[in-house]
């Protein structure tokens, strides 16, 4: 039988079979921990449950009593504590260390491990308030956690009896911290988005129930206004004889006609604002074909009082109908008419076409405003983004709530230039042909 040969130290001695032996049942078992963090790390369900496995993990492999992990601040002034399974729980998220200052922070600032074996002789060593340990720490093991030449955070272990960390402590521990730097740095990304999101979330929220209170708080005083204009403008019966005063009677009654106008228009711009809110109806849309010619028309009908300062020309293909939710695209219409009044210039004219394009219905409302820039065309449709002109200030709402409309049953809506010059809103819908 040919024996191995017996194995032999870096210095070329030879070592005593036990102890290989022992060194390889450790590095073994250091190689299963490490696969172990990697496989617990990457199945936890939340941020708070990542954190706790790295610190209970690191503990155990490292046969401490304490371990903690301190994450660097943004803005890197500080480290704040992130997770610990032997200290004040309470402290996570609240306990800092300055950055560059104590043994934690000198780690982070040098990004190189430290092993303190006396803590109570170690002038280094910082007290945190509220994290006593003078009671009970010993000794401490502390190294950094580094992604892309970036320090992330620092890892700490910790013994209530005198313990001196050997050097395969320090690489044991400074393994861990490799494979969790990026592991925990894309966590933190992940989480901080997520926070962002639902901090976003909650605004949106709060906005939409406070617009909501005040539109819906405005409808009531509006119709108070409406009824005394109404009463205001009545006028005694003459029975059989001609007024005394005509042009009295007709100033009274175009006053009340502009104060009705005013009142409709307070109502279009509170429906507009709850629109902001609740752009979409609630459930899905209900598409069916819809004749284009008979419902601008309505549309128009409805906003004889809105169009009195401008001009209009209706011209499209002679029935022709689209596949659309009617409510819904009598709102969007609705929309782009108001913008073009509101932005161009008494006097003009307002055209509003529908045409078979490529088998696709498109309807457009034109104006002869002052157009709109090219960079311009997509912000427009964002909530609350206006142009101010020396023709009208708009709020914000209609554009955003119309493109939100069509989306939502399956229409597309943009803007274009006009011919000779203005802007033109196409709304795009599938054609219906009747067979």
Excluded at 358 to 381: K, Q, T
Aim: glycine share 8%; hydrophobic share 45%.
């Amino acid at each position: 039988m040919v024996m191995a040969p017996p194995a032999s130290d870096m210095t070329g001695s030879r070592l005593p079979a036990p102890r290989v032996k022992a060194e390889q049942l450790e590095q073994l078992e250091q190689l299963r921990f490490l696969h172990q963090v990697a496989r617990l790390v990457t199945t936890a369900r939340t941020w708070d449950e990542l954190l706790e496995t790295v610190v209970d993990g690191t503990r155990d492999a490292l046969h401490a009593d304490v371990s903690s992990l301190y994450l660097l601040d943004r803005d890197g002034a500080y480290l704040t504590l992130a997770a610990t399974n032997g200290l004040d729980r309470f402290q996570i998220g609240r306990a800092r260390v300055p950055f560059g200052e104590g043994v934690t922070g000198r780690v982070a600032a040098l990004r190189r491990p430290l092993v303190i074996a006396d803590v109570k002789s170690d002038r280094r060593f910082l007290w945190v308030r509220g994290l006593d340990q003078r009671r009970f720490v010993a000794s401490m093991l502390s190294v950094p956690l580094t992604w892309h030449d970036q320090t992330v955070g620092v890892l700490n272990v910790q013994t209530e009896q005198p313990r001196d960390f050997h050097e395969q402590d320090v690489a044991q521990l400074g393994a861990v911290a490799d494979l969790l730097a990026g592991i925990v740095e894309k966590g933190r990304q992940q989480s901080e988005a997520e926070a962002r999101v639902e901090a976003l979330n909650r605004i949106d929220e709060a906005r939409s129930e406070l617009i909501a209170l005040v539109t819906h708080e405005l409808r009531t005083p509006l119709a108070v206004v409406r009824a005394y204009a109404d009463l205001l403008a009545e006028e005694p019966p003459l029975r059989g004889r001609d007024s005394r005063d005509i042009a009295r009677r007709d100033t009274r009654a175009a006053w009340h006609r502009s104060a009705l106008e005013q009142v409709e228009r307070l109502d279009r711009l509170v429906d507009s604002i709850l629109a902001s809110v609740r752009v979409v109806p609630e459930g899905p849309a209900s598409v069916v074909p819809v004749d284009l010619e008979g419902l601008v028309r309505e549309v128009l009908d409805s906003l004889l009082p809105l169009l009195g300062g401008h001009g209009v020309t209706v011209r499209g293909t002679a029935r022709l109908h689209a596949l659309a939710d009617p409510p819904r695209l009598r709102q969007i219409l609705e929309h782009l008419v108001e913008n073009a009044v509101k932005y161009a210039p008494p006097g003009t004219t307002i055209t509003i076409g529908w045409s078979l394009v490529e088998g696709v219905a498109h309807v457009g409302v034109s104006d002869e405003g002052p157009g709109i820039p090219d960079d311009w065309r997509e912000r427009i449709f964002e909530p609350y983004a206006r142009r101010d002109t020396h023709t009208a200030r708009g709020s914000g709402i209609g554009l955003y709530a119309a493109k939100r409309l069509g989306e939502s049953m399956g229409a597309r809506l943009w803007c274009e230039p006009a011919s000779p010059h203005g802007a033109r809103f196409v709304v795009a819908m599938p054609a219906v042909v009747a067979i």
